[in-house]
T-cell receptor, first 113, second 115 residues
């Protein structure tokens, strides 16, 4: 049972444009959400997070939006850079299950120079 | 600050053989996780430790997989006997906090190929 879904396996954008990566979840108990970035042959690295008490969190070129009613979150990268090319995973957790994180299947982003 | 260390990075074995992976989390991190990532999929939690106690091992195939975290620091994940479908990257991660506001720090992973 996939509780966190990323329906777009891949995305290509032009350098300088906006990249929008989407994530949907089914468990309404999730209250903390994270995005991870993964390069080949490396482990995932933390990018940005958002608590369910917020609907937006911004860190430099990266902004995460949360729509609790739609059980949807998105990651915006603007402007996109070639170094952003990687696989992006969203993850979710619930505060009452002891810090367990559930991951989506990932979206491979390619930023074209 | 040293990151999460894992070894070996790569392992090729034949089915029915055994394999063990080792993880050293970030110093002071109480929570340690083992994830399995099959090609094209997201990481799937196998087991979560809080210090040296198991918090969740509901998705660990206990007939062939075992894990321990003696002394609440290093951890080993063992597969015996291995099956073809165990081919995956095994990711170890650690977290500093017990609440849900901490992020996971991942190691580089151990890639297992079962022939």
């Amino acid at each position: 049972d996939q509780q966190v879904k990323q329906n777009s396996p891949s995305l290509s954008v032009q350098e300088g444009r906006i990249s929008i990566l989407n994530c949907d979840y089914t468990n309404s108990m999730f209250d903390y959400f994270l995005w991870y970035k993964k390069y080949p042959a490396e482990g995932p690295t933390f990018l940005i997070s958002i608590s369910s008490i917020k609907d937006k969190n911004e860190d430099g070129r990266f902004t995460v939006f949360l729509n609790k009613s739609a059980k949807h979150l998105s990651l915006h990268i603007v402007p996109s850079q070639p170094g952003d090319s990687a696989v992006y995973f969203c993850a979710a957790s619930t505060s009452n299950t002891g810090n367990q994180f559930y991951f989506g299947t990932g979206t491979s982003l390619t930023v074209i120079p | 600050e040293a990151g999460v260390a894992q070894s070996p990075r790569y392992k090729i074995i034949e089915k029915r053989q055994s394999v063990a992976f080792w993880c050293n989390p970030i110093s002071g991190h109480a929570t340690l996780y083992w994830y399995q990532q099959i090609l094209g999929q997201g990481p799937k939690l196998l087991i979560q430790f809080q210090n040296n106690g198991v918090v969740d091992d509901s998705q660990l195939p206990k007939d062939r997989f075992s894990a321990e975290r003696l002394k609440g620091v290093d951890s080993t994940l063992k597969i015996q006997p291995a099956k073809l479908e165990d081919s995956a990257v095994y990711l170890c991660a650690s977290s500093a906090r017990g609440a849900n506001t901490g992020e996971l720090f991942f190691g580089e992973g151990s890639r297992l190929t079962v022939l």
